[in-house]
C-alpha cells in the first residue's frame, strides 16, 4: 500500500511540475495578436500522463494505476459520433504486494483508443469526453507471462488553463477476460501542440 501511495504522490508532483513549466513556458511567448494562426485549427496532438487509482471490486481494494500515452485529433472526424481523437495509451497497474486483482501480477497494457471531444454548454474552460480503448494486457509476476484482451470505456471532463495545458478527471469501467471487472479514478496532466 505505501508503494502505490508513494508512485501516486510522485506521479501526482511530476504532473504539477509539468504544468507549472508549461505554464511559466507560455506566459514567455508574444501576444495573441502577435502569434500567426494555426494552419489547421482542426487538429492537435496530445501527450497525456495519468496517475489514479483503481478499485477492484469486490472489496474497493486500492492500487496504483500509471498511464501515458498520445492522441491525435483528426478535424475531418469532428462530425463523426463514435470520436474524433485516435489514442495509444500504455499502463501500468500494481499495488505493491497486493498487485493486480488481489495477485502477485503485475499488469501492462498497451492499447489502442478513440475520443469523442465535445463541449459543455455554458463554458469555454471545461469540456468533456468518451473514450473507448482495447488492447492486450500482460499479466507479469509469475514465472511466463500471460496475455489478455483489454476493454475500457472511460468518461471524463478536462479543465483547459490555456490552448496548451489541461487536467484531465476521468472515470474508467476496465474488463479483461478472466478477471473481473474493476474501476479507475484518474487525474492527469495533457500538453497538446
Known amino acids: ?90 499502463t501500468y497497474e500494481n499495488a505493491g504486494s497486493h498487485g493486480f486483482f488481489h495477485t502477485a501480477f503485475g499488469s501492462h497494457t498497451e492499447a489502442l483508443g478513440i475520443m469523442k471531444n465535445f463541449g459543455i454548454p455554458k463554458t469555454k474552460i471545461v469540456t468533456g469526453y468518451s473514450w473507448i480503448q482495447a488492447g492486450l494486457t500482460s499479466f507479469t509476476g509469475y514465472v511466463h507471462v500471460e496475455n489478455r484482451f483489454y476493454d475500457g470505456e472511460s468518461l471524463g471532463a478536462a479543465i483547459h488553463f490555456n490552448d496548451r495545458n489541461s487536467i484531465w478527471i476521468q472515470e474508467s469501467y476496465n474488463k479483461i477476460p478472466t478477471v473481473p471487472w474493476y474501476t479507475t479514478t484518474g487525474i492527469g496532466y495533457t500538453w497538446s501542440w
Open 1 to 90: 500500500m505505501m508503494i502505490a501511495k508513494s508512485i501516486l504522490h510522485k506521479g501526482l508532483c511530476t504532473c504539477a511540475l509539468v504544468l507549472l513549466l508549461g505554464g511559466a513556458v507560455s506566459a514567455q511567448t508574444a501576444p495573441a495578436e502577435a502569434q500567426q494562426p494555426a494552419p489547421d485549427a482542426g487538429t492537435s496532438t496530445d501527450f497525456f500522463l495519468m496517475p489514479g487509482s483503481d478499485f477492484d471490486r469486490p472489496g474497493l481494494v486500492p492500487r496504483a494505476n500509471l498511464n501515458i500515452g498520445i492522441g491525435h485529433t483528426f478535424g475531418f472526424l469532428k462530425k463523426d459520433p463514435i470520436g474524433d481523437e485516435l489514442t495509444f495509451a500504455y
